[in-house]
């Protein structure tokens, strides 16, 4: 009888290299897709929630905001006339109502029915020559904020050949440059909006010299052009420094 024949049996294949290439394949086409598709879905409510927090907190920021956060101790401004300057904040003042703000007709006619508050405060440049107040309008809703802005302006447009345009009334803070600035100083005013979702601030600012004796433009006849001259800078600064603090004010809104 022929011996038996052994054929050796070839080796298996060791199974933990085939489970490793499915867990790998398994990682890259399930799992890391699902976890891509969740972070998407967490960022897209944590913006949404940011975004809502936000928007609450914008017609509330007047009120929410430190005032030195409203108003900085320092501005920067470049106007085309009145080249580069920065202001110094001199004082801040309480929160006042917009009939104690604005001269009286103004007060009147636009912001009996627009207005909530407004707080003010009132700085020098560094060369103590030219003051400004700065006047933060909290309005009763964006649109009538939108009201006050154009208001402003076209009184801005048509009074252009005024001796004075001052907007929101000047503040002045006993024991510095401007302890003397009063209503009958203001020379320059202008106002801008606060670009933000459902805004209710109008910026307003006028501007003037620091010396209240100093006489601006009050020249008579045939030398009214050299008045409108002297007059102009404080215009073109206070729209300078209208646009600015707008634009600075709504970062920092929008910073919190």
């Not at 294949?13 to 799992?31: D, H, N, S, T």
């Not at 005032?67 to 920067?76: G, Q, T």
């Not at 801040?92 to 636009?110: G, H, L, T, Y």
């Not at 440049?125 to 076209?154: E, N």
């Amino acid at each position: 009888m022929p011996s038996p024949t052994y054929r050796s049996t070839p080796p298996a294949k060791p199974k933990g290299r085939a489970r490793k290439v499915v867990g790998v394949l398994l990682l890259v086409f399930c799992v890391l897709p699902l976890l891509g598709t969740a972070l998407t879905v967490y960022k897209t409510i944590k913006s949404a929630k940011e975004q809502n927090s936000n928007d609450e907190f914008i017609p509330k920021a007047w009120h929410n905001l430190r005032s030195d956060e409203i108003f900085p101790a320092r501005i920067a401004t470049d106007s085309t006339v009145g080249g580069a300057k920065i202001w110094a904040r001199q004082g801040i003042a309480k929160e006042s109502s917009c009939k104690e703000a604005f001269p009286a007709d103004f007060a009147d006619n636009v912001m009996e029915s627009s207005c909530k508050l407004v707080l003010r405060a009132t700085y020098t440049d560094l060369g103590g020559d030219m003051a400004a107040t700065i006047g933060l309008v909290v309005a009763k809703s964006s649109g009538t904020a939108k009201v006050i802005d154009a208001k402003i302006s076209k009184e801005q447009s048509e009074g252009v050949g005024e001796a004075r345009l001052p907007t929101v009334l000047p503040f002045a803070v006993p024991g510095t440059q401007t302890a003397d600035w009063g209503e009958k100083a203001g020379i320059g005013g202008a106002s801008a909006q606060v670009f933000l979702p459902d805004s209710p601030y109008t910026v307003t600012t006028t501007t003037g010299p620091t010396d209240p004796a100093r006489s601006v433009g009050q020249l008579p006849e045939p030398w009214g052009f050299v008045g409108y001259e002297e007059r102009y800078p404080y215009r073109d600064v206070a729209k300078a420094l209208a646009t600015i603090y707008a634009s600075d004010l709504r970062r920092t809104v929008l910073g919190k």
